[in-house]
T-cell receptor, first 113, second 110 residues
Framework: NAGVTQTPKFRILKIGQSMTLQCTQDMNHNYMYWYRQDPGMGLKLIYYSVGAGITDKGEVPNGYNVSRSTTEDFPLRLELAAPSQTSVYFC????????????FGPGTRLTVL | RKEVEQDPGPFNVPEGATVAFNCTYSNSASQSFFWYRQDCRKEPKLLMSVYSSGNEDGRFTAQLNRASQYISLLIRDSKLSDSATYLCVVNTRSGNQFYFGTGTSLTVIP
């Protein structure tokens, strides 16, 4: 099993550009999450999904959108990139939410200039 | 008030030392608790789940104090390989969200 995979690993965007961060898991997990981690800070939840077709906002959803058309994939869309979105983005999945371990992807390092 | 708070450190300890980290959480309804480890520029990985009765895994011991709303992590006989950032994570039954602390940095010195 590959676990959670994310692409790209690195990306530089210009202000106002858009992009999609890809996340795929092969563990048949129901729950998937997108976090951002700024330097010296904890992870902040952007969006999460409890199953295909169901998504909900986390702590910091502004400027992002998600979709969950399949169990495996949970892409994160950035529209009109801003310097404040410079961060490391982690995707994670878990079997269920309350008591189960989250498995993280290796992250995408995004810089907006 | 933040959902989860940790002392950021850094903690610099010699090899073989015992070190303890604490983490406080604000929501008394919180149901599950974890310690994750994050190496520099890497993804977080689960170190331990924290149970009400406390639990131990080799040199690592985790404790939960519901009355005071804090969890702790004790590392005995520190190794150089323990150098990392330790993240406290709390989940609430009322939602599907995990809240992460900002992490405590540990450096074990030869």
């Amino acid at each position: 099993n590959a676990g959670v995979t994310q692409t790209p690993k690195f990306r530089i965007l210009k202000i106002g550009q858009s992009m999609t961060l890809q996340c795929t898991q092969d563990m048949n997990h129901n729950y998937m999450y997108w976090y951002r981690q700024d330097p010296g800070m904890g992870l902040k939840l952007i969006y999460y999904s409890v199953g295909a077709g169901i998504t909900d906002k986390g702590e910091v959803p502004n400027g992002y959108n998600v979709s969950r058309s399949t169990t495996e994939d949970f892409p994160l869309r950035l529209e009109l990139a801003a310097p404040s979105q410079t961060s490391v983005y982690f995707c994670a999945s878990s079997y269920s939410s309350v008591y189960n371990e989250q498995f993280f992807g290796p992250g995408t390092r995004l810089t907006v200039l | 008030r933040k959902e989860v708070e940790q002392d950021p450190g850094p903690f610099n300890v010699p090899e073989g030392a015992t070190v303890a980290f604490n983490c406080t959480y604000s929501n008394s309804a919180s149901q599950s608790f974890f310690w994750y480890r994050q190496d520099c520029r890497k993804e977080p990985k689960l170190l331990m789940s924290v149970y009400s009765s406390g639990n131990e895994d080799g040199r690592f011991t985790a404790q939960l104090n519901r009355a005071s709303q804090y969890i702790s992590l004790l590392i005995r006989d520190s190794k150089l390989s323990d150098s990392a950032t330790y993240l406290c994570v709390v989940n609430t039954r009322s939602g599907n969200q995990f809240y992460f602390g900002t992490g405590t940095s540990l450096t074990v010195i030869p």
